[in-house]
């Protein structure tokens, strides 16, 4: 009788050979690199997208608006009183996105309607059908009442911007004409009356604005508390025809110097900052 199990040439042929063990750790070292190469390759993936991310937003923005890090807010340049409301509108979105890229803390990268309005100086009634139109397009995106533009749309919004196809959301020229005093006082007029705050006085510097500005806080204007509109509404009278997007800049300038204090105050149901005159 055999006995049971196998034989030596059996056994033998049972033992892995050192060439194909040898063959198998190769597969295994290649299939490891392999992984490991394409983890890598993802990372910088991302990190790619990030940094184009970053630098569409600033292509888009760099000419319109700053960064108020101290208070967390932006601001309008002059160079955005050209800007149609449609392209105001998706640069002060854009913006909201630059703010992880700006600062270590934590701030809102969308805004609801009343934000962008008070933000824009865009009011309700033109405001909220831009809103739905962009949306509609799939360029800004609305979450619980609250309105950001879409990371994919951002090449197309720069390429709006720059008029290079799509709806058009820049602001024609208007063509240069020659105006009698008479003619200016007229259109200062007609712009106060209609609350146009694109049109400007000619012959007002920014200088004497700011100027103006300082003597009504030296004459105790802002003693009792004063709204952005309220201020608008005194250079309106005084037949100065001031974006409402400028006026933070005039207004932040009193508050730094420290001759303006400001507060958020509940005004006709909105939340809104109000300035007043520092008592020394």
Excluded at 117 to 137: F, M
Excluded at 152 to 160: C, D, G, K, N, P
Excluded at 201 to 209: A, D, K, N, W
């Amino acid at each position: 009788m055999r006995k049971s199990g196998m034989s030596r040439s059996e056994v033998s042929g049972a033992i892995i050979s050192p060439t194909v063990l040898t063959y198998a750790i190769l597969c295994i070292c290649v299939c490891v690199y392999l992984l490991e190469n394409q983890i890598v390759a993802l990372k910088d993936l991302v990190a790619s997208k990030a940094l184009l991310a970053e630098n569409v937003i600033e292509q888009i923005v760099s000419d319109y608006i700053r960064f108020d890090t101290e208070h967390k807010e932006i601001a309008f340049t002059t160079a955005a009183n050209d800007l149609s409301n449609k392209a105001r509108i998706l640069v002060y979105l854009v913006a909201l996105q630059g703010w992880p890229f700006v600062i270590d803390d934590m701030v809102s990268v969308d805004a609801k309607p009343a934000e962008i309005e008070e933000n824009t100086g865009i009011n309700g009634g033109t405001l909220r059908p831009l809103l739905k139109e962009l949306k509609d397009r799939n360029i800004i995106a609305e979450k619980n009442g609250r309105y950001s533009v879409r990371a994919v749309a951002l090449s197309t919004i720069e390429r709006e911007l720059n008029g290079d196809g799509g709806p058009s959301t820049a602001r024609p020229k208007r063509q240069s004409k020659k105006t009698t005093p008479e003619a200016d006082d007229a259109l200062a007029d007609e712009a106060s009356n209609s609350g146009n705050a694109k049109k400007k006085v000619r012959g007002l510097s920014t200088i004497g604005i700011g100027e103006r500005f300082q003597k009504w806080i030296d004459d105790g204007y802002f003693e009792t508390s004063k709204t952005l509109s309220e201020v608008q509404q005194r250079f309106h009278k005084e037949a100065i025809i001031v974006p409402k997007t400028s006026l933070p800049t005039y207004l932040l300038k009193g508050v730094r110097s420290g001759h303006l204090s400001r507060n958020k105050e509940d005004v006709n149901g909105k939340t809104v900052w109000v300035y007043t005159r520092v008592k020394l």
